[in-house]
């Protein structure tokens, strides 16, 4: 499941498409249905942050999950947090690393 950017949008809405899990006809994903889910943030810099969050929570499951790990401590939280998305990324990546 990826976070996507509507197309002609101003860069606050997110879609992404996947599995309804509440919809118990379509658990098994048997036959290949799939619904498209939507967001709309009060402003591009959350739906950016929003993004990167939500990238970086879905790599950290991925690791999780391979590595058969049940439960992973909480990442340490640093009282500064950087202003560009681009060092939030750096620094969760070194976060995740140790």
Not at 9 to 38: C, Q, V
Not at 47 to 69: D, E, K
Request: glycine share 4%; hydrophobic share 40%; net charge negative.
């Amino acid at each position: 499941m990826c976070l996507e950017p509507v197309p002609d949008s101003d860069g606050r809405e997110l879609t992404w498409i996947k599995n309804d899990d509440d919809d118990p006809s379509t658990t098994d994903n048997h036959d290949g249905h799939y619904d498209m889910f939507a967001v709309r943030f009060k402003s591009r810099t959350i739906a950016a942050n929003f993004r990167i969050a939500f990238t970086l929570a879905r790599q950290l499951m991925m690791l999780l999950v391979h590595s058969g790990t049940a439960a992973a401590p909480a990442p340490a939280v640093s009282t500064t947090t950087p202003s560009s998305p681009s060092a939030r990324v750096k620094l969760q990546a070194q976060r995740t690393a140790q």
